[in-house]
């Protein structure tokens, strides 16, 4: 039987564009030579999506310019551009052609990692877009923007020729649903203003302000009454003012060790109005550190109840032990705990004799302990066992508890679980699940 090319038969052109469109444009152009009736579907697929790694120099410029003038009427829903911005730093000009072509052809999807030119103005008052990934460009202060349909916003190391240029640009995207901004330049307070975003991560971490010298702190406004997702690792604070902000359902924050001292009343302000608008959130993941500035914060004033809070993940160190069942105590009616625990070595803590926290006794029903740091075959004096050891002897209602380690043989794992499963269980009900891997 003679092989027949069904999917060229059976499908028409609209439909075998659209399956191009999702491969990259090196790929979309080797079907090609699969059948004449494949030979020049890949010209019409409505956008680009290159890496300047499978073109020459002068060839990657040519193809370009030939694509976009096969039919100039054609609709390019979408671009993205990847290339070695040191190799074509003399490009600009060519790159906003590409760019101002595509806009007047109703992009929606523009993604320009590491092209060296300032975004030209026409990316501004675009209607069509909807997604738009900046890395490593410029933008102007435009004299307007509106981007009316344009639903996420990614921008990684993207410089600005003011604040407000950053601010318009988000608040001038009415229907603006997720944002990621992670080492921006220039720009000393970052000002999130939005009635329709749900999902903010931001990640500016010490580094990324090393490189800025004359800037030590990033100052964060938030009025986003919508936001439902927040992810926050930005390594210190100048600022941190929260307008018409709903409580967010999911937070994710990690910041510096010593960010928040309780003896500053500046930072101690900062921190009282973080914790106080999280306090109503259902899913909640800190670092280390952020655990420390509330322990330290319980210490001059009592934590809110989080009433609402059923998911806790916590990364962690043996410093942390008894951080935890303080933190605990402020979560009534937690279910489901996640502990990701960096440093196995356990110094002067006897986690028993801590407070006893209300959660164990009758909501918590999950528990996932992971580590990241190789451990012995001993259960003595190791972080991750004597958390084991007191959620099974205090968790009254608990079902499940689950310990992923790293052991350095594998003749380890059966002393190591058999100490484990013989610790006392106060919950007849819970099963006690233990995953190893080698070094």
């Given at each position: 039987m003679e092989n027949k090319d069904l999917i060229s038969q059976l499908l028409p052109d609209h439909v075998l564009h659209e399956i191009l469109l999702k491969l990259a444009t090196k790929d979309s152009v080797k079907t090609s030579i699969l059948s004449t009736r494949w030979r020049y579907i890949w010209q019409r697929v409505p956008g680009l999506d290159l890496n300047q790694t499978n073109f020459r120099y002068k060839?990657?410029?040519?193809?370009?310019?030939?694509?976009?003038?096969l039919d100039k009427k054609s609709l390019i829903y979408q671009l993205k551009l990847e290339f070695d911005g040191r190799k074509y730093e003399t490009e600009g000009s060519l790159f906003n052609k590409w760019v101002d072509s595509v806009v007047t052809r109703g992009v929606q999807h523009l993604v320009n990692n590491y092209c060296p030119i300032k975004l030209p103005g026409s990316i501004s008052m675009c209607e069509t877009l909807v997604h738009l990934k900046l890395v490593e460009v410029g933008i102007d202060s435009f004299d307007s923007v509106s981007l009316p349909r344009l639903e996420t916003m990614h921008l990684l190391s993207v410089w600005f020729s003011s604040e407000a240029a950053l601010e318009r640009l988000i608040s001038s995207s009415p229907v603006l649903q997720v944002l990621y901004i992670e080492k921006v330049w220039n720009v000393e307070v970052i000002r999130v203003?939005?009635?329709?975003?749900?999902?903010?991560?931001?990640?500016?971490?010490?580094?990324?302000?090393?490189?800025?010298?004359?800037?030590?702190?990033?100052?964060?406004?938030?009025d986003a009454p919508r936001l439902k997702s927040l992810n926050l690792q930005i390594h210190r604070f100048k600022d941190l003012v929260l307008n018409s902000v709903c409580s967010p359902l999911k937070v994710d924050i990690s910041i510096s060790k010593g960010e928040f001292n309780p003896i500053n009343s500046l930072t101690m302000k900062t921190l009282r109005t973080f914790i106080a608008w999280i306090s109503n959130v259902t899913n909640l993941a800190l670092n280390y550190c952020c655990l420390e500035a509330m322990y330290a914060y319980s210490s001059s004033e009592p934590l809110p109840q989080f009433s609402n809070l059923t998911h806790l993940e916590v990364s962690m160190d043996s410093s942390c032990l008894k951080?935890?069942?303080?933190?605990?105590?402020?979560?009534?009616?937690?279910?489901?705990?996640?502990?990701?625990?960096?440093?196995?070595?356990?110094?002067?803590?006897?986690?028993?004799?801590?407070?006893?926290?209300?959660?164990?006794l009758i909501s918590l029903k999950f528990v996932t302990i992971y580590s990241t740091a190789m451990i012995s075959s001993s259960v003595e004096n190791q972080v991750e066992t004597e958390l084991v050891k007191y959620i099974l002897g205090n968790a009254a209602v608990v079902k499940e508890l689950t310990l992923r380690f790293i052991l350095w043989a594998e003749e380890h794992r059966f002393q190591l679980s058999k100490q484990i499963l013989a610790f006392p269980k106060l919950s007849s009900a819970c099963q006690v699940f233990l995953h190893s891997s080698f070094f």
């Amino acid at each position: 039987m003679e092989n027949k090319d069904l999917i060229s038969q059976l499908l028409p052109d609209h439909v075998l564009h659209e399956i191009l469109l999702k491969l990259a444009t090196k790929d979309s152009v080797k079907t090609s030579i699969l059948s004449t009736r494949w030979r020049y579907i890949w010209q019409r697929v409505p956008g680009l999506d290159l890496n300047q790694t499978n073109f020459r120099y002068k060839g990657l410029k040519g193809f370009v310019n030939r694509f976009l003038d096969l039919d100039k009427k054609s609709l390019i829903y979408q671009l993205k551009l990847e290339f070695d911005g040191r190799k074509y730093e003399t490009e600009g000009s060519l790159f906003n052609k590409w760019v101002d072509s595509v806009v007047t052809r109703g992009v929606q999807h523009l993604v320009n990692n590491y092209c060296p030119i300032k975004l030209p103005g026409s990316i501004s008052m675009c209607e069509t877009l909807v997604h738009l990934k900046l890395v490593e460009v410029g933008i102007d202060s435009f004299d307007s923007v509106s981007l009316p349909r344009l639903e996420t916003m990614h921008l990684l190391s993207v410089w600005f020729s003011s604040e407000a240029a950053l601010e318009r640009l988000i608040s001038s995207s009415p229907v603006l649903q997720v944002l990621y901004i992670e080492k921006v330049w220039n720009v000393e307070v970052i000002r999130v203003r939005s009635q329709t975003l749900y999902s903010l991560r931001m990640r500016i971490w010490k580094r990324d302000l090393d490189w800025n010298k004359d800037l030590t702190k990033i100052g964060l406004v938030i009025d986003a009454p919508r936001l439902k997702s927040l992810n926050l690792q930005i390594h210190r604070f100048k600022d941190l003012v929260l307008n018409s902000v709903c409580s967010p359902l999911k937070v994710d924050i990690s910041i510096s060790k010593g960010e928040f001292n309780p003896i500053n009343s500046l930072t101690m302000k900062t921190l009282r109005t973080f914790i106080a608008w999280i306090s109503n959130v259902t899913n909640l993941a800190l670092n280390y550190c952020c655990l420390e500035a509330m322990y330290a914060y319980s210490s001059s004033e009592p934590l809110p109840q989080f009433s609402n809070l059923t998911h806790l993940e916590v990364s962690m160190d043996s410093s942390c032990l008894k951080l935890l069942p303080t933190f605990l105590a402020s979560c009534p009616n937690l279910k489901s705990l996640e502990l990701w625990v960096h440093d196995h070595r356990l110094d002067i803590l006897d986690i028993s004799r801590s407070t006893m926290p209300k959660c164990l006794l009758i909501s918590l029903k999950f528990v996932t302990i992971y580590s990241t740091a190789m451990i012995s075959s001993s259960v003595e004096n190791q972080v991750e066992t004597e958390l084991v050891k007191y959620i099974l002897g205090n968790a009254a209602v608990v079902k499940e508890l689950t310990l992923r380690f790293i052991l350095w043989a594998e003749e380890h794992r059966f002393q190591l679980s058999k100490q484990i499963l013989a610790f006392p269980k106060l919950s007849s009900a819970c099963q006690v699940f233990l995953h190893s891997s080698f070094f």
